[in-house]
C-alpha cells in the first residue's frame, strides 16, 4: 500500500495531539487500511461476530498506524507493536527517531486517539446515548460516593455525567496501563462547582490528583472524550485526521 502523503506532526515536548477521525461503513475504505495491519490484528479482526464492527477494528486501527507513521514519516505497515502484563499497546523502539507515548479509543462512528512523546498518556471516548442500567452500572463499577452522586443528578443531566465519568475513569486507567475491569473503583472523582469531575485520589491516595491531571474532550458532537495524562501540565493540540488526508 503507498504511504499516504502527510507532512510529518511537529510535536514538541510537552505537547499533546489529540487526533478525531471518522469511521464510515465503507468496504472501500477499509480495504485500503487491511493490508497495513499485522497478523495479530487480522486475526483479532476476524474474531467480530458482526460486518460493521469487524470494519470499525480495521478501520481504527489502520488509521492508528497512519497516524503514528506520520512521526515518523515511515510505512504504517512497518511499526510493530508489544503489549505490557496488563495489555496497554505500546511501539516497539525504533532504531532511529523517538519513541511515542500514544492511547486510541473508538465509540460508534468515532475514532479518537491521543499522541506525545515524554509522559505516560491515556485517553477514552464514549458515544452519548440512552443507557437506562446507567444507575446499576455505575453501582458495579464507580465508588459509593460517584454512585450517590449520579443518583441525585437531574435524569437530563444523568447520561452525560455518567459517560464523562466513565471516559476519566477509562482514560486514567489506560494511562497508567492497569487492567480496566478491576481499577475502575479505584479511582475516585467528585462534581466540581460547574458540574464537571474533578480528579480526586487513587486508592484513597489524594497525591496522586498532584502527579496526574484528566481532561474533559467535547471534540465531537454527540460523543464525550477524556484525557488522562501525567503532569507536568501540558498543552494540547486538536488535529483532524481525515481533513488532514484531504490537504
Not at 516497539?92 to 523517538?98: E, K, L, M
Not at 446515548?129 to 446499576?136: G, I, M, S, V, Y
Not at 453501582?139 to 449520579?150: D, G, P, V, W
Request: aromatic letters at 8%; hydrophobic letters at 45%.
Amino acid at each position: 500500500m503507498t504511504r499516504q502523503s502527510v507532512n510529518p506532526p511537529s510535536l514538541p515536548s510537552g505537547e499533546i495531539h489529540i487526533w478525531t477521525a471518522h469511521l464510515a461503513d465503507d468496504h472501500c475504505a477499509t480495504a485500503k487500511l487491511l493490508p497495513t495491519l499485522d497478523p495479530d490484528e487480522h486475526a483479532r479482526a476476524e474474531q467480530f461476530a458482526f460486518e460493521h464492527d469487524r470494519l470499525r477494528f480495521i478501520q481504527t486501527h489502520g488509521i492508528m498506524r497512519q497516524i503514528l507513521a506520520a512521526y515518523y514519516d515511515s510505512d504504517p505497515a512497518t511499526l510493530r507493536f508489544a503489549r505490557n502484563a496488563d495489555g496497554k499497546p505500546f511501539l516497539v523502539p525504533r532504531a532511529i527517531g523517538r519513541d511515542l507515548e500514544f492511547s486510541l479509543s473508538h465509540s460508534g462512528k468515532c475514532c479518537v486517539m491521543a499522541v506525545g512523546s515524554d509522559r505516560p498518556i491515556g485517553l477514552d471516548v464514549e458515544m452519548i446515548r440512552h443507557l437506562p442500567q446507567a444507575t446499576k452500572i455505575a453501582q458495579r463499577y464507580f465508588t459509593a460516593h460517584e454512585s450517590r452522586i449520579l443518583a441525585a443528578l437531574r435524569p437530563a443531566s444523568r447520561t452525560d455525567a455518567f459517560f464523562s465519568l466513565w471516559a476519566n475513569k477509562e482514560a486514567t486507567v489506560k494511562g497508567l496501563g492497569t487492567g480496566l475491569a478491576a481499577n475502575l473503583g479505584c479511582i475516585e472523582f467528585d462534581l466540581d462547582a460547574n458540574e464537571g469531575w474533578r480528579l480526586v485520589a487513587w486508592n484513597a491516595d489524594k497525591s496522586f490528583a498532584q502527579r496526574w491531571s484528566v481532561t474533559r474532550l467535547d471534540a465531537v458532537p454527540g460523543y464525550v472524550a477524556a484525557l488522562a495524562a501525567a503532569h507536568p501540565s501540558r498543552s494540547l493540540m486538536l488535529r483532524n485526521w481525515n481533513r488532514a488526508l484531504a490537504m
